[in-house]
């Protein structure tokens, strides 16, 4: 008798388990090595990249936007408006100042300019083998994607760590694939399939 398929809740909580478990040393070695991978786009100074301020046990993507940075790209950062809405992004550079927001993330303030970004870093829960993601269950990323998809072409660039990649994620409709996902260990392009 075949065991019965996790739900997308059953595997975000193992995965987040998993990602929790790594230690600090670990954790700022991934976040490291993530910028120090051959970046699988070009980055020229009219590329807009958008990350995010790490909460939890989330591999640190601030190295690689640094050193993208330093490659010419502009950053950003989202700005959560409401539950059930698509993020909004706003301009950040390292040295310039963050408030908390809702959820108490850190972005950036009012007053910083809005990005329509070309390039976004996400966050993972988890992903598999064919670029399939889970994030926290709110829906912004998928809600973003499908807003943005809209608007102009974009790379979606998951972020994780190794122990984070499962065999397969059940999808839903509404679930956007990732092109990219960089790891400790490995950029993983997904666009070939
Ligand atoms: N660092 C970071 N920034 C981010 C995200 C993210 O995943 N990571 N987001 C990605 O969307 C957006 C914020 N969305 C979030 C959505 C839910 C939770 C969260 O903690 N959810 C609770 C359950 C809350 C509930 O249902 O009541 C949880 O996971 O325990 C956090 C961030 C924008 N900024
Ligand atoms: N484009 C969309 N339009 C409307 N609702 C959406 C859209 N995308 C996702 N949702 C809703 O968001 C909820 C959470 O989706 P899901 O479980 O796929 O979250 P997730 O991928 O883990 O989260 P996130 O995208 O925030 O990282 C679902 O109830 C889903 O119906």
């Not at 910028?35 to 958008?50: D, G, K, R, W």
């Amino acid at each position: 008798m075949s065991l019965p398929t996790p739900t997308k809740t059953e595997l975000r909580i193992a995965a987040l388990a998993r990602r929790s478990a790594l230690g600090e040393a670990t954790r700022d070695a991934a976040a490291r090595a993530l910028a120090n991978h051959a970046f699988p786009l070009p980055i020229t100074p009219s590329s807009i990249v958008a990350g995010y301020s790490p909460i939890r046990s989330e591999i640190d993507p601030v190295p690689l936007m640094q050193s993208l940075a330093s490659h010419g790209a502009r950053l950003a950062l989202p700005v959560i408006i409401a539950r059930d809405e698509p993020l909004m992004f706003r301009v950040w550079s390292p040295d310039s100042a963050l408030i908390a927001g809702s959820l108490g993330i850190l972005e950036p303030p009012r007053e910083a300019p809005q990005l329509m970004p070309d390039i976004l870093l996400v966050p993972l829960a988890a992903f598999d083998r064919a670029g399939h993601r889970i994030g926290y269950g709110a829906g912004h990323y998928d809600r973003t994607f499908a807003q943005l998809r809209a608007i102009k072409p974009f790379t979606a660039i998951g972020l994780a760590f190794d122990t984070q990649e499962i065999e397969a994620i059940p999808m839903q409709p509404h679930d956007v694939a990732l092109d990219y996902v960089l790891t400790e260990t490995r950029v993983i392009d997904f666009r070939s399939k």
